[in-house]
């Protein structure tokens, strides 16, 4: 069984406010930050002396992550965040002047902001896909647009970040295979929430982080390479560490010809990191993985769906996200007629202390069915809402 007391035991924030927001911030446990904490404090009271220690440590979660989301540790490397992940695949990306790239209606800054520099800065031309609460409407535009604008690259992600629809990631990279396209895939708003295997979904490319659903350290993130991909990406930044053969002065070329990059996804990790953040998303990954990757899943979507039942037959009150759980997931974009979205999001923040996300498309808020929310939780989301939606329609 579920023990949600104990969960939320561990998360003393909750006893202050309504928090719905991990779909930008997650929070982090106790026993997590603890570790946490620990190797932070270690990493500077010793410094070279536990260098090993922490680079073997960091190896594992390598290791443990990678067997996460189905793939091999070697394809792997750490980032700081899914925009890193993002930014070097496209960076990197062996692009010509005309190449098309596909991407959808829907996607965050740190999608549509390295698109825009790659078509500003290497003549690629950016085409976009209509993502519907439908998979099947969904799925049917993106063939569509295949055939249409023939792209070289599929740039999508796994769950909107607008209205929390769950795209069908593994019929789309068939379809986009089958046309010559690669695929990278944004899984900002999905690992975490419920199970990913990133070789069953069949992706070139992947990107993530840490500090969302898997309410570990801010600064933690990873980049998926597959490796038959390797070689088709030579990184636009090169450090010691990312490079063989190890750097020796006395041999060390100009030209460059007596190194090349590594041979695994480590190629884009170079220079001194911090580790201890890393250790600290080992420790998040045990900790969830302790309550159940797939208890996690039910949980939350038993909790999306109790929300709609709640609020489906209220006339003010719109829901902009699936209707059904397997079109979904923990996010959900709610509007109230007569509100903007951002002042929605200021007055529940200020008069109610409910942490969630405005929404500019649609017009609304954005909440989050974490691992920890509760029904008393929404609850209160509920009552907000119905207590805004009659004072608007009283005024």
Not at 39 to 63: D, I, T
Not at 224 to 247: A, H, I, K, M
Not at 265 to 277: K, L, N, P
Request: glycine share 8%.
């Amino acid at each position: 069984m579920y023990d949600l007391a104990s969960v939320r035991a561990q998360l003393p924030t909750l006893r202050s406010f309504t928090y719905l927001n991990t779909g930008t911030l997650g929070i982090m446990a106790e026993p997590v930050l603890a570790r946490y904490r620990e190797a932070v404090e270690r990493a500077q009271r010793f410094g070279h002396l536990v260098l090993e220690e922490f680079q073997e440590a960091s190896e594992r979660v390598r290791v443990e992550f990678a067997e996460l989301l189905g793939v091999r540790s070697e394809e792997l490397a750490f980032t700081g965040n899914t925009t890193d992940g993002i930014a070097l695949v496209l960076a990197s990306f062996p692009f010509a002047a005309g190449d098309r790239i596909l991407t959808s209606d829907q996607e965050h800054p740190a999608v549509l902001l390295p698109l825009t520099l790659a078509c500003r800065r290497r003549g690629v031309v950016l085409e976009q896909f209509r993502v519907s609460t439908e998979k099947e409407e969904t799925r049917e535009a993106f063939a569509a647009a295949l055939v249409r604008t023939r792209p070289r690259l599929v740039v999508v992600s796994h769950v909107s970040c607008e209205t929390g629809v769950r795209l069908p990631i593994e019929d789309m990279t068939r379809l986009a295979h089958a046309e010559g396209a690669r695929v990278l895939l944004d899984t900002a708003q999905s690992i975490g929430q419920f199970p990913v295997n990133l070789a069953t979904l069949g992706v070139d490319f992947a990107a993530g982080n840490g500090h969302k659903w898997l309410h570990g350290p801010q600064g933690t993130g990873f980049l998926y390479v597959r490796q038959d991909n390797l070689d088709l990406l030579e990184p636009p930044l090169v450090g010691d560490g990312s490079v063989v053969t190890p750097f020796d002065r006395h041999s060390f070329q100009f030209d460059g010809t007596n190194w090349s990059f590594r041979g695994d996804a480590r190629r884009f990790e170079y220079g001194t990191r911090d580790v201890a953040r890393v250790i600290g998303l080992g420790a998040a990954i045990e900790y969830l993985g302790s309550l159940g990757w797939e208890a996690i899943a039910r949980h939350q979507l038993r909790l999306v769906a109790w929300l709609r039942e709640r609020l489906q037959h209220h006339p003010a009150i719109c829901w902009y996200s699936a209707t059904r759980a397997e079109d979904g997931s923990g996010l959900v974009t709610l509007g109230v007629t007569g509100w903007d979205g951002e002042r929605l999001s200021r007055v529940l923040w200020e008069a109610y202390r409910i942490v969630q996300r405005r929404v500019q498309v649609p017009n609304g808020v954005r909440v989050s069915c974490a691992y920890f929310t509760s029904e008393d939780d929404l609850d209160r989301l509920v009552a907000a809402l119905e207590e805004l939606a009659g004072y608007h329609q009283l005024s």
